[in-house]
């Protein structure tokens, strides 16, 4: 980051952060690479551009929490909430169907890398964690996937040159690896078909 005389950042910089963790507040992971190469044309440096990451983590934390408290207060009054509650406890119950019963640290991590933090948090409520430690788990899997897509943008963008190619290219293999995988993969414990018997 730029500083002045005095070792304080400038307001460029400032401006250049804030503008950087807006880009990583969107939903979705195409901030992410946008948000790295922004923070490279800004002249921030990796390390508080992680921290810019870390903080937008913290924020959605904040955001999140409530709003899943709020439904599962809903859910007790309304038919509707209710319906949209057992449909996410069933979807929880799927993504962690290959991690077994017993969801412990790694796997809890392991769960918001794969997905997100939001899926991460809730399935930490379902293990049993509360605010803090089920937050830690899932902003710990979110820093690690947002750690392999900044290293894979900034590598990818100086072999390029080109930040919009580089974005379209990130945001391309994000959606499309895990796709691939899973259908690499096949249905985990799929039954055999009956003829096969």
Same mark, same amino acid.
């Given at each position: 980051?730029?500083? !002045?005389?005095? $070792?304080?950042?400038?307001? +460029?910089?400032?401006?250049?952060? %804030? =503008? ?19 923070? =490279?044309?800004k002249g921030i440096a %990796? ?9 937008? !983590? ?6 999140? &929490?409530? *709003? #899943? ?19 996410f406890r069933k979807s @929880?119950?799927?993504?962690? &169907?290959?991690?077994?019963?017993? *969801? $412990?640290?790694?796997?809890? @991590?392991? #769960?918001?890398?794969?997905? !997100? ?17 089920? %937050?830690? +788990? ?16 900034? %590598? ?5 040159? !080109? ?31 009956? &003829?096969?018997?």
């Amino acid at each position: 980051m730029m500083a !002045d005389n005095l $070792g304080l950042p400038t307001l +460029f910089a400032l401006k250049g952060a %804030w =503008q950087v963790l807006t880009l990583f507040l969107i939903p979705i992971g195409g901030g992410i690479p946008a948000g790295v190469l922004l923070a =490279q044309s800004k002249g921030i440096a %990796w390390l508080p551009t992680t921290f810019l990451y870390l903080v937008s !983590d913290v924020i959605l934390a904040c955001i999140f &929490e409530p *709003l #899943i408290l709020l439904a599962a207060a809903g859910s007790k009054r309304s038919p509707l909430l209710a319906k949209m509650k057992e449909a996410f406890r069933k979807s @929880i119950e799927k993504t962690t &169907e290959l991690y077994g019963s017993k *969801l $412990g640290p790694l796997a809890l @991590i392991g #769960i918001s890398f794969g997905v !997100d933090p939001m899926t991460g948090r809730a399935v930490a409520i379902a293990a049993g964690h509360g605010f803090v430690t089920g %937050w830690m +788990f899932a902003i710990a899997g979110d820093m690690l996937y947002f750690g392999i897509l900044m290293v894979s943008t900034l %590598w990818l963008h100086e072999v390029l040159g !080109d930040g919009t190619v580089t974005t379209l290219i990130i945001l391309a293999l994000m959606m499309g690896v895990p796709a691939v995988i899973k259908r690499v993969r096949g249905k985990p414990n799929a039954p055999l078909p009956k &003829e096969s018997i």
